[in-house]
């Protein structure tokens, strides 16, 4: 079939690269760099490595394109372009709106499409469908589906071919056609009985997330408060072999999904009369936790911060990867400026942050560590401070969270 996959990002090209095994894939993005250089066989998304992209350019099967007419002939187009939330944390659809439009405008025969991108339930029926049907000035039958993406970067164990993936279409036809696509690259399809239950469900995996870690986040303070430690607490608690789900505490949550994905839940249910109060309370702890931390830093030094240097380190929101969208890190920062600290940080994994470089792990007062890479040891990170705070719990011999 050709294919082709609006958004060349983390979701779209691990998409990409996997459906070039059995299909002809076009790869639209808006972005030239991007584009330009994924033609080169040079990937910008940790987990794909260059070498499989070059693999998929070499069968002739895979190209990147800024073009929006070369989509035009596709039999399935996937979307894979951002949701984020808007200044008051709401949905912000407007790249769905924008894909919508560039499909609609430029396909030329009935094609079946599928949204990946994360939404709340009712997006490919009452947002999506409408929107390209709004914008097509030929009028062709085509077929839509919701296959919610599960991708973990930098994750090595679970992919695109043993993640079990959901799916369902809004007619059986589009199902099937859905099922047929993704059957070719991955072994484990979970059918649902509507794209409602896929959309929800995909909301929910990540809600579930925010949800236990801001109640971990919680006991952290909690066991702070009783002098009581909180990782030995929680290994105790882990023990009970049912029931228990073990949680680390953290200085919050970051990337595109765990900070983000709870508060399309949480819109959805207001707009339909609930109050998605233990939601939103979970994500105003885990948007607390640098507050709180920088607050017990400066208790810990003289009851303030003010004018000493401070080194964060670890600004990827996770290990060993290089995305710093919506990390917890730059609260942090945030939180300690406001005390009157000066703060640098430092990360080699990212590189440069906000036009500024990783700065070195030596010459602060204070360290505190959001993100414990691989490649950086912790007996350096003890050594590049008189007093180093560990969010993670990586850094025995500092003060723990
Ligand atoms: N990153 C993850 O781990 C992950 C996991 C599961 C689901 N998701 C969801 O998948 C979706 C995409 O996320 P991502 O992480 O791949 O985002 P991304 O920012 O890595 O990539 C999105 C790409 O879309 C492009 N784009 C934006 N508007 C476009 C348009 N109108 N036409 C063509 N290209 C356009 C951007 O230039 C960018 O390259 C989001 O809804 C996200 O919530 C992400």
Redesign the pocket.
């Known amino acids: 079939m050709r294919v082709s996959i609006?958004?060349?990002?983390?979701?779209?090209l691990t998409i990409s690269v996997f459906a070039s095994k059995a299909h002809e894939v076009i790869g639209?993005?808006?972005?030239t760099k991007?584009v330009s250089d994924l033609n080169k066989g040079i990937s910008h998304?940790e987990g794909v490595p260059s070498g499989d992209l070059k693999e998929a350019i070499d069968t002739g099967r895979f190209r990147a394109t800024v073009e929006p007419s070369e989509i035009s002939n596709s039999d399935i187009v996937v979307i894979?372009?951002?949701?984020p939330l808007d200044k008051e944390r709401k949905p912000d659809l407007t790249?769905i709106d924008?894909?919508c439009k560039?499909i609609a405008e430029n396909l030329t025969g009935p094609a079946l499409i599928i949204n990946?991108?994360?939404?709340f339930p009712g997006t490919i029926r009452n947002y999506i469908k409408p929107a390209i049907e709004k914008y097509s000035k030929q009028k062709f039958d085509h077929m839509y589906a919701i296959s919610?993406?599960?991708?973990?970067?930098g994750r090595e164990d679970f992919n695109q071919k043993n993640t079990p993936r959901l799916y369902a279409g809004l007619t059986p036809e589009a199902t099937a056609k859905t099922r047929d696509f993704y059957s070719t690259f991955c072994d484990n399809l979970v059918e649902v009985s509507s794209p409602e239950v896929a959309e929800a469900a995909k909301l929910f995996e990540n809600t579930f997330r925010q949800v236990n870690i801001a109640l971990v986040n919680e006991l952290a303070q909690i066991s702070h408060a009783l002098g009581i430690d909180v990782r030995e607490t929680l290994d105790a608690a882990g023990t009970k072999p049912y029931g228990f789900m073990k949680f680390q505490p953290s200085a919050g949550v970051g990337?595109?999904?765990i900070p983000?994905?709870p508060s399309y839940l949480a819109d959805v249910a207001e707009k339909a009369g609930v109050e998605a109060t233990f939601i939103k309370r979970a994500n105003e702890v885990n948007l607390d936790m640098p507050k709180y931390i920088a607050g017990r830093i400066a208790k810990d030094n003289g009851g303030s911060v003010k004018g000493k240097k401070v080194l964060v380190v670890g600004v990827a929101y996770k290990p060993n990867v290089a995305d710093t969208r919506e990390t917890p890190a730059e609260l942090l920062i945030h939180a300690l400026e406001d005390l009157g600290a000066v703060v640098s940080w430092n990360d080699p994994v990212v590189g440069s942050w906000h036009g500024k470089e990783s700065a070195g792990l030596n010459g602060a007062e204070i360290a505190v560590v959001v993100t414990k890479h691989d490649v950086v040891s912790a007996e350096n990170i003890l050594k590049s401070a008189p007093y180093v705070f560990d969010t993670t719990g990586k850094v025995k011999g500092a003060v723990q969270l």
């Open positions: 609006i958004g060349q990002g983390y979701v779209g639209f993005d808006l972005n991007v998304i894979a372009v951002p949701t790249y924008a894909a560039i990946e991108s994360t939404s919610p993406e599960r991708v973990d970067p990337g595109h999904c983000v994905d």
